[in-house]
Every structure is written in structure tokens, then in C-alpha cells.
């Protein structure tokens, strides 16, 4: 029996310049199932994403989607695409096993908790405050590199990674430090500044942008005290849910989600075309 993709649709082009197209699953002309394909809104043509694949539950488990996911990587390098991704529900344990078997690996993972009604209370001597525009440049500077880093050692060649975190800066940051629902703070133990949070609301939960502490203070718990506070801010919203995001290979970072009872929601995995 051969598996093929048939599209259903033609190449659309969107707005902010990414392509992408339907096509059914189909095994010898019939159609088992659904595949969208398309291009990243960040990276742009150099990079295709699997945004949707479905097999028909009474045609699962017979190597269907692993095919179809083979034949989207063809149609992406004959998009000329250098790289390809996937972003897959933690409850699907079988697709995330194929992925993982043709060559696809965990970048990142989105993690959540749910909140209560109270905030946590921070520890004894710990305090959070709001972060000074004097604070707020150097900490920008820093966080963009960091951010640059953390994709390049994944895979992301440094001029994508750089456009991406510019980019991601300017449509999340469009008033800087007085960007509305964004809240940046600095935490403080017995007086001293040992960390840095950045929080604020997406798709209605509250949204860790970003956890750090100083490297001069860390091991000494102020990392959990942080996800305290982010919480705690999360709950003073009214957010019913807190989420995150953790690269692959943060050992200590995920003990801590795990620890403070994160639970993973979705993989986002990549594989090079090349």
C-alpha cells in the first residue's frame, strides 16, 4: 500500500508572509486522515512547521503518520527549507514517540500549574519590588543574549536567533519597562538583589517570561522564592494557571518545576532538513 499527501487546497500566502497548505493523508487514493503544513512567522521560508497531523482513529497505529511526516519533510525541502518543526500535546505519547523516532528532538517544553485563590507567601527576609528604569536597560541587554545563546546551542543558527529575540522583544515590549500587563521585578533577601522576574498575561494565564538569579546568590533557594513571587503576581491578576518555558537539558530548572509541581503540556521539538 502506498501512502501519499494529496493537497486540498492551493499554496496560501499569509499576511505576515509565511505559506502553507492542507493535504489529505491518502493510502492507495483513500483518505485516511490530514496534514497542515507550513512556515514559521519568525524564522521565516528557511523553516517549515507541522501544524497540524491527524490520522483517522481506525487507520492509527499503522505507521501512517510516521509516512505522512516523512513526505511533509520532502514537500518542506522542496519549499526550500532548512529545518522543521513540531510542537506536540504531552497527553500524545504516541506521536510523540514517532516523532522522536524519525529524528525530531525536544528543544523546549511548556509547563503549567494551576493556581488557587491565595498567593504563597515568600520567605522570611525575601521581598519582591518593582524593577527601575535604570535596572530595566541592562537587564534587556542581558536578557537578549541570553536568549540568543539558549537557541543557538539548540540548533538555531545566530542570525535567526538573534532577529527572533529583536523581534520577540519589540511585539511583546512596546513600551519597554511601561509595556501594559507586564510586570518586572527585582527580588531582594536581607536587603540585596539576588534575582530577576519578568511575568504578564497570555491566552488568559499568567506567563513566566523570564527567572533569573544573580549568579553571585544562586543555590541558596532563591530560585524557588522567584516562582513564588510569579505566582503570587499570577494570583493577584486573577489568572487561574501559571506557564512557563524550560529548554531541554536545564537539569536544576526542571527539578524545580517538577519539584513545585509544574506539569509539561507540550514538546516543541525541531529536525534539520539538511
Excluded at 514538546?267 to 532538513?273: A, D, E, G, T, V
Amino acid at each position: 500500500m502506498t501512502t501519499t499527501l494529496r493537497p486540498t487546497e492551493p499554496l496560501q500566502r499569509e499576511a505576515d508572509g509565511t505559506r502553507s497548505r492542507r493535504y489529505q493523508v491518502c493510502v492507495n487514493s483513500r483518505s485516511v486522515g490530514a496534514i497542515h503544513l507550513g512556515t514559521s512567522a519568525v524564522f521565516g521560508d528557511s523553516v517549515a512547521q507541522i501544524l497540524d497531523l491527524r490520522i483517522e482513529e481506525q487507520d492509527g497505529r499503522r505507521g501512517r503518520g510516521t509516512v505522512a511526516a516523512l513526505a511533509a519533510e520532502e514537500v518542506a525541502r522542496g519549499w526550500g527549507c532548512e529545518r522543521i518543526e513540531a510542537s506536540v500535546p504531552a497527553v500524545a505519547e504516541v506521536a510523540l514517540k514517532m516523532a522522536t523516532s524519525l529524528g525530531y528532538v525536544v528543544r523546549n517544553r511548556h509547563l503549567e500549574k494551576s493556581l488557587g485563590d491565595t498567593g504563597p507567601e515568600l520567605p522570611a527576609g525575601s521581598r519582591g519590588r518593582p524593577m527601575t528604569q535604570e535596572e530595566f536597560g541592562p537587564w534587556l541587554e542581558r536578557d537578549t543574549e541570553t536568549f540568543i545563546q539558549s537557541w543557538t546551542e539548540r540548533g538555531v543558527p545566530e542570525a535567526e536567533a538573534r532577529t527572533r529575540a529583536l523581534e520577540g522583544t519589540a511585539a511583546l515590549l512596546p513600551d519597554g519597562l511601561a509595556t501594559e500587563g507586564m510586570l518586572f521585578s527585582v527580588l531582594e533577601h536581607e536587603g540585596a538583589a539576588v534575582g530577576t522576574l519578568w511575568t504578564g498575561p497570555r491566552d488568559g494565564k499568567a506567563f513566566v517570561n523570564k527567572a533569573e538569579v544573580d549568579a553571585r546568590h544562586r543555590g541558596r533557594g532563591h530560585g524557588r522564592t522567584l516562582m513564588l513571587l510569579a505566582e503570587a503576581q499570577g494570583v493577584a491578576a486573577g489568572l487561574p494557571t501559571i506557564r512557563l518555558n524550560v529548554f531541554a537539558g536545564n537539569t536544576p530548572a526542571e527539578r524545580l518545576y517538577e519539584s513545585l509541581g509544574y506539569e509539561t503540556v507540550t514538546h516543541h521539538l525541531y529536525k534539520s532538513l539538511l
